[in-house]
């Protein structure tokens, strides 16, 4: 490490509040799959910032666009409406098969809108204001109170208690542990499509199909969460579509904005006629003309580049090599996920390899402590695979 990094990360050590373990590199740029360290050492991004930059980094197209809209208009507020905006709109309803849209300002912010829709739903049907939510253990989905509030695991839950109320946690992937909680207050079940933060777990078919038959038959409404998942991650436009079946309430991030902090919930149907009016929810900087032209040239790229089908390729021969590396070893518990979204379960914990894999130019990241996670940029093709798996095959011992 030289001087200049260490002096860098020593003054951030002093500012910054320590709510990340930070690795000791200090990035300074981006081009392609790659990141460059204020030394100017190179890196394979095999993390696309918690699969943010789904287009790889310095995006030409995606950059233009975002400063000529820098030079033309930045604000509003939500009082009036930008071209921005209602292009991004009619994009992402393209691309999900959902009805109205709510542009916010994170996934935190979407996950706490989608949460305000169904409790406002449920109201307005029955005036009632003791509604409960289910919500899966080991879920992941957000730290602000209210995401937090549903997120399924304790240790990031009881330091803040109490939260929100009326909220009962069931087992992923059990669909009569769903129906064992569903009572005549219950409003929506939310999950993740698969489950990232904990240990990249997708939904099966029999589960998810399950459970919107049971939001029908109960008149519940169905919430998934799509921030990490979604945005073509696994193959397809949103991970829901490859199931069949559509939400009642979507929650979207991430990879929408590729870098800038933009992200939505979206409704359909009766969700989106009868819940949240006027006055019941809002944002300063949500939907503001910058992050909606990002967002909207993003979705243009996909649509031209048919991006998702080079994601069905290309992880199709990233799952081939890393089933061949597990089936190798003995320490190796279990490989899952789907498309762009992988993780390998070990039986001990995988920081170690994570740090040597950074030491040898390639950014990884774990999803649990004995999960390391692969979220490339979208864009990654066969010879990224080959470069990432050589340093990753190299860190294991």
């Known amino acids: 490490m030289s001087a200049q990094m260490e002096k860098l990360i020593d003054n951030a050590e002093g500012m910054l509040l320590h709510t990340y373990n930070r690795f000791p590199v200090v990035f300074d740029r981006g081009e392609g799959m790659h990141l460059f360290d204020v030394d100017g050492k190179r890196y394979l991004d095999f993390f696309s910032g918690i699969g943010v930059f789904a287009l790889g980094h310095g995006n030409r197209e995606f950059n233009d666009a975002v400063k000529d809209q820098v030079d033309k208009l930045l604000h509003t507020s939500n009082y009036f409406y930008n071209e921005p905006a209602i292009e991004a709109a009619k994009r992402l309803l393209d691309a999900s098969g959902m009805d109205r849209v709510f542009f916010t300002n994170s996934g935190a912010e979407a996950v706490e809108g989608a ?72 409003c929506a079940v939310i999950m993740e499509t698969v489950q990232g933060e904990g240990g990249i777990h997708p939904a099966t078919e029999e589960f998810i199909r399950g459970v919107r038959d049971l939001c029908d038959e109960h008149g519940m409404l169905l919430i998934l969460d799509e921030i990490q998942c979604g945005m073509g991650r696994t193959g397809s436009m949103f991970a829901y579509q490859e199931y069949g079946v559509t939400p009642d ?26 819940s949240l009016e006027a006055g019941d929810h809002g944002t300063t900087y949500g939907g503001n003309p910058l992050v909606c032209r990002a967002a909207a040239t993003v979705l243009k790229i996909y649509e031209e580049t048919d991006l998702t089908a080079h994601v069905r390729t290309a992880s199709a021969y990233l799952r081939k090599r890393l089933d061949a590396l597990a089936a190798s070893r003995s320490d190796v518990v279990e490989l899952r996920g789907r498309g762009y979204m992988l993780g390998m379960q070990f039986d001990h914990p995988v920081g170690d390899i994570i740090k040597r894999a950074l030491d040898k130019g390639v950014v990884l990241i774990n999803a649990g402590a004995d999960v390391v996670r692969f979220l490339p940029p979208l864009i990654a093709d066969k010879g990224d695979i080959d470069e990432m798996m050589s340093a990753f095959e190299a860190s294991l011992d």
């Open 249 to 274: 309430i979507m929650t979207s991030a991430k990879a929408l904005g590729c870098g800038l902090p933009v992200g939505a919930f979206l409704l359909k149907g009766d969700a989106a006629m009868h």
């Open 115 to 186: 949460l305000k829709a169904a409790r406002k739903y449920a109201y307005l049907k029955d005036g009632r204001t003791d509604h409960e939510i289910i919500a899966m253990d080991h879920s992941f989905h957000g730290r602000t109170f209210g995401a937090l509030s549903v997120t399924g695991k304790k240790a990031y839950r009881d330091p803040f208690e109490p939260l929100i109320g009326g909220v009962k946690f069931a087992a992923f992937n059990d669909l009569d542990s769903v129906k064992a909680l569903v009572n005549d207050r219950t």
